[in-house]
């Protein structure tokens, strides 16, 4: 059973909108605890 090809471009923009989303989220968090490492506002990460 095929899918028309309207359905197919509608689901392919929400699954990129959510991964979006994701990405930059990811990205966002990981420069704010490089500026923080990069400005000593918290010291190395230390794994027992």
Do not use: Y
Request: charged share 15%.
């Amino acid at each position: 059973m095929a899918m028309p090809l309207e359905v197919a471009m509608h689901l392919t923009k929400i699954v990129w909108f959510a991964l979006s989303g994701w990405i930059i989220t990811c990205l966002t968090i990981a420069d704010e605890i490089a500026g923080s490492l990069r400005n000593r506002e918290m010291g190395p990460f230390h794994v027992d």
